[in-house]
């Protein structure tokens, strides 16, 4: 397996590793990088679970090969908080006890801020489409939702006093 060099920009660092092409980033972020937010649990793309932001849309890095992040601009679970909406998404989910075991969490909120950070005016339609690749199996997403809701709203408010 041949390794070579990729450049990509990391949670805000500019980082260069030696590795082989098809070296998937949720391997790069959790095994070379010990970046263990991100979670791993189907590794085939259709649990959400490794979701990570490239170039500001949400990926599933089970999915992301290294030769594709050259140049890219990679935010994980650890480096969410350079976006304002993640607090609130956090607090709100955690408000509404959202998680039970949590290893979908990193994932959820990933694809949450994501979505409010670009139209924090996304209604419940909106919100389950965004998290439709995003499975939890303990909670039966309903307080997923409530707190997806409610994270939608106090973006909202927050934004309006900046208006
Ligand atoms: S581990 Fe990547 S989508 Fe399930
Ligand atoms: S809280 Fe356990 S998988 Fe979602």
Not at 136 to 159: D, F
């Amino acid at each position: 397996m041949s390794v070579a060099p990729v450049s990509f920009r990391l949670n805000g660092i500019e980082r260069t590793l030696d590795v082989a092409a098809e070296t998937r980033l949720s391997e790069i972020l959790r095994d070379l990088l010990w970046l263990t937010a991100s979670k791993v649990a189907c590794g085939v793309g259709r649990c959400g679970a490794c979701s990570v932001l490239m170039n500001g849309k949400p990926v599933n890095a089970c999915l992301v090969m290294a030769w594709q992040i050259e140049g890219a601009d990679i935010v994980s679970p650890e480096g969410l908080d350079i976006l304002p909406e993640t607090r609130i998404v956090r607090q709100a989910l955690s408000e509404e006890n959202a998680f039970q075991c949590g290893y979908c969490a990193p994932g959820f909120v990933t694809v949450l801020v994501s979505l409010l950070h670009n139209d924090p005016d996304a209604d419940l339609s909106q919100i389950k489409a965004a998290l439709e690749g995003n499975i939890c199996r303990c909670t039966g997403y309903h307080s997923i939702l409530r707190g997806a809701q409610a994270a939608a709203e106090a973006v909202r408010a927050e934004r309006s006093k900046l208006t």
